[in-house]
């Protein structure tokens, strides 16, 4: 906690304004290792009379939706974890959270780590919280990292919006200086001005290179922790692999029963200092050392480590379509890969986080090939990304997914869906500003002859909107 001590500070201010009901909604920021967790674990150690619940986002290819929010549920209990059970939708979630932690005589902690893997579900949670924060005693504490943020990244956008909230305060980390990097260096043979350089005063990546006790000084902590994991037992290092590619914080249920974990080899791992124990889960201390460990497993091993770690949460009854299509894609099975991605894609979209509803469906495509998916499978597949793609304003984007779809459905057979089909792509074509009604009004030939209903209907309405326009 080197020249930490005003953060710490500005927390138990925020949380004693919380505490009296003006509840706070602190945004900790700071590059990848700057040390927010550790800053946040301090802060629990100090309020130990708080009510605490941690979630995070996991940097997945694609982002769960509401993972933070479900993670807390678990946590919170009561009717939140209810309504995450029954498939609520997000409007129902964001409310049972903000009853679950509205006790005026309790002081509630809600932490969500690593918002910038965020989903869009989960940016709007933490607009809808800090809107709403200002008279509860609540304290939500959120960590992103800083540096690689284009200014076109949502969670730029989130912060400025955030900025606005009355409830809202900023925590920035700034690297260590050159004086604190030399007390952390102390006793070893790492020199503190040469470090300093190298680390350009990161807290982690300072404790990695000195840790290492490697001759030298590695160029990168990604160094430094291959050199601590190799001096782990061969057991121990079939654990921390299996674990780096199964995510952040891994179930010990799901470790075991894909790895064997005895006492003796789980006590190496803790002392490596790579991974901590947090609440049954095995929790790797920074993304920086599992990245480093996830990149350095041969891709055959990860294959197959992908593909255990598949099997038994399919074993285990996992619902989380989006974790069981990750682990799908990278074990290389294209049947489970666009069984789970399509799942994955429409329940993103009943959570409004149409980014990875489109990423979903670009996913399952890409394998749906080699899965031997029939014409109408992909049709589905096409029309979901068009839709997804349009809300996203990706307007060419949405107009050749549907015309794939378009010619799926005739190959097909299915008439009635290729109506509706032309009538989506006339939407499309009219929000591209082709201004014809051809698409419109082969729809209406297509469906005509097969009789009265809604696809019909819809695409009378469509056409007289556009001849009206």
Not at 201 to 206: A, D, M, S
């Amino acid at each position: 906690m080197l020249e930490r001590e005003t953060a710490t500070a500005a927390l138990a201010g925020y949380a004693a304004e919380a505490r009296r009901g003006a509840g706070r909604l602190v945004l900790v920021g700071g590059e990848a290792g700057i040390g927010k967790s550790a800053l946040l674990e301090q802060c629990e150690r100090d309020l130990p009379q708080a009510r605490w619940s941690w979630g995070a986002c996991d940097g997945l290819s694609t982002p769960r939706p509401l993972g933070p929010l479900f993670d807390v549920a678990e946590q919170l209990g009561g009717t939140l974890l209810e309504l995450s059970r029954a498939g609520a939708g997000r409007d129902e979630l964001f409310r049972g959270l903000l009853r679950e932690v509205g006790d005026p005589d309790t002081l509630d902690v809600v932490v969500v780590e690593d918002v910038h893997w965020a989903d869009e579900a989960t940016l709007d949670l933490v607009r809808f919280l800090g809107r709403r924060l200002h008279r509860a005693a609540v304290l939500l504490l959120v960590t992103y990292r800083s540096d690689g943020l284009a200014a076109s990244d949502p969670l730029r956008v989130a912060l400025g919006d955030l900025a606005a909230q009355r409830s809202a305060r900023r925590i920035d980390l700034a690297p260590l200086s050159a004086r604190a990097v030399h007390v952390l260096a102390g006793g070893s043979a790492a020199d503190a001005a040469t470090l300093h350089r190298l680390t350009g005063g990161n807290p982690f990546y300072v404790a990695e290179v000195v840790r290492s006790g490697t001759p030298g000084v590695p160029g990168s902590a990604r160094d430094a922790v291959l050199a601590r994991a190799a001096r782990l037992s061969p057991a121990a290092r079939e654990v921390l692999d299996t674990a780096a590619l199964t995510g952040s914080r891994v179930e010990s249920r799901l470790l075991e029963s894909v790895v064997p974990c005895p006492s003796p080899v789980m006590d190496e791992l803790i002392a490596s200092s790579l991974v901590i124990w947090d609440d049954s889960r095995l929790r790797f201390r920074h993304e920086i050392a599992r990245l480093a460990i996830e990149g350095a497993v041969s891709f055959h091993r990860s294959r197959g480590i992908h593909a255990m770690v598949l099997a038994t949460l399919d074993a285990q009854g996992c619902d989380d379509d989006a974790r069981m299509a990750f682990h799908a894609e990278a074990a290389a099975d294209p049947p489970a890969v666009v069984r789970h991605a399509t799942a994955a894609a429409r329940r993103a979209a009943w959570l409004a986080s149409h980014r990875e509803a489109a990423a979903q469906y670009r996913r399952a495509l890409r394998f749906a090939a080699d899965a031997d998916a029939d014409a109408a499978t992909l049709a589905e597949l096409y029309e979901g990304l068009a839709e997804e793609a349009a809300l996203l304003d990706q307007w060419q984007d949405a107009a050749e997914a549907c015309e794939r779809a378009l010619l799926e459905w005739r190959v097909a057979g299915d008439r009635l869906r290729e109506g509706d089909t032309l009538r989506r792509l006339s939407r499309i074509s009219w929000n591209m500003c082709h201004g014809e009604t051809v698409a419109a009004e082969a729809a209406v030939a297509v469906l005509e002859p097969l009789g009265p209903g809604v696809e019909l209907a819809w695409a009378y309405a469509t056409l007289a909107n556009q001849k009206m326009l």
